[in-house]
């Protein structure tokens, strides 16, 4: 997954632009909390989308996060008290494991479009906790919000194996030449602790070499442990898998698409006003209850 040779700067992509063509249908949830979980994705949707249209400017810059280090994950208005992995929010489970949140982590999205059609969105936890650099990197990338005014909307998932890996992130060029990130050129290595271990691991690309690291990125299709202790891990897929797959489908054994797969927007998910004073009163439990105690859902708008 090395990134291309990048040849001389780009300029950086405009604002995120606006939805792809008819929107698909959602894929049937597999359990309760997996539902609750899509509709707290659906609310978040619309409420961006009826941002977009409200904003005078031709870009749309989603909001900026807000949270709180309280002790509870926010995910599209829904507030989740953790229970029984300390430090984690366990929402759903993919392919018959536990796919933990870690609390005080941002959660961002893509949304992808293929061949000018809505093929849905993708939501990703940046591992902020392991790699606080990479993570706000892809962070602000996602939401437009850095110096360079460079952003992952309209950029598009250029290098796409079956069984292997979707890679993309080149905001300056967009065709997989060109990589840079907020902090100008590449950057460090931060981490290696965590694995290329399965379907859904967000991981960095990078040109070849250690400390490389820009904008490009790419997603897991299978498990890679040979990119283990190559290339840096800092997230992973929560919800969206299915879009995940779609993307896999528009590869080729060579890497080269044989659809166009767009990011048509990109942002971070937030918690409103009302759903953080909501997630506040939840919290307050008794002060003796030990850590690890009952797990809680505590739904919000």
């Known amino acids: ?21 008819g929107k698909e249908a959602w894929p049937t949830p597999r359990s309760s909390i997996e ?61 018959g494991e536990e796919m933990p949140l870690y609390k005080g982590n941002p959660v961002v999205f893509l949304d992808v479009d293929i061949d000018g059609a809505r093929a849905g969105r993708i939501v990703l936890q940046l591992r902020k906790d392991v790699a606080p650099r990479t993570a706000e990197n892809f962070r602000a990338l996602c939401t437009g919000q850095n110096e360079r005014r460079l952003t992952y909307a309209g950029t598009v998932f250029h290098r796409i194996i079956p069984g292997h890996l979707a890679q993309g992130g080149d905001v300056t060029h967009g065709n997989g030449f060109g990589s840079e990130s907020i902090y100008g050129g590449g950057f460090e290595d931060e981490s290696h602790a965590l694995q290329h271990s399965g379907v859904g691991v967000l991981a960095m690309a990078n040109a070849g070499e250690p400390n490389t690291n820009g904008s490009q990125f790419f997603l897991t299709l299978n498990k890679l442990p040979y990119c283990d202790g190559k290339y840096v891990v800092f997230g992973n897929v929560v919800s969206g898998t ?5 993307i896999e489908r528009a590869g080729s054994p060579a890497g080269a698409p044989r ?19 909501r997630a506040r009163e939840a919290l307050q439990t008794p002060a003796e209850a030990p850590a690890g105690a009952a797990s809680a859902v505590a739904a919000t708008k």
Do not use: H
Not at 1 to 21: C, D, L
Not at 242 to 246: D, K, N, T
Not at 259 to 277: F, M, W
């Open 1 to 21: 997954p090395a990134a291309r040779a990048a040849g001389g700067g780009g300029g950086g992509t405009g604002g995120a632009s606006g939805g792809g063509g």
């Open 35 to 95: 539902k609750r979980l899509q509709d707290a994705v659906k609310k978040q949707e619309a409420a961006m989308e009826d941002a977009a249209a409200a904003a005078a400017a031709p870009s749309f810059k989603p909001f900026a996060a807000i949270y709180a280090g309280m002790g509870v994950l926010f995910l599209g208005g829904m507030a989740v008290i953790s229970g029984s992995v300390p430090g984690t929010t366990a929402l759903w489970q993919q392919d």
């Open 242 to 246: 299915e879009v995940l797959r779609a």
């Open 259 to 277: 659809q166009s797969v767009v990011v048509s927007r990109s942002g971070e998910l937030v918690l409103s006003e009302e759903a953080e004073r």
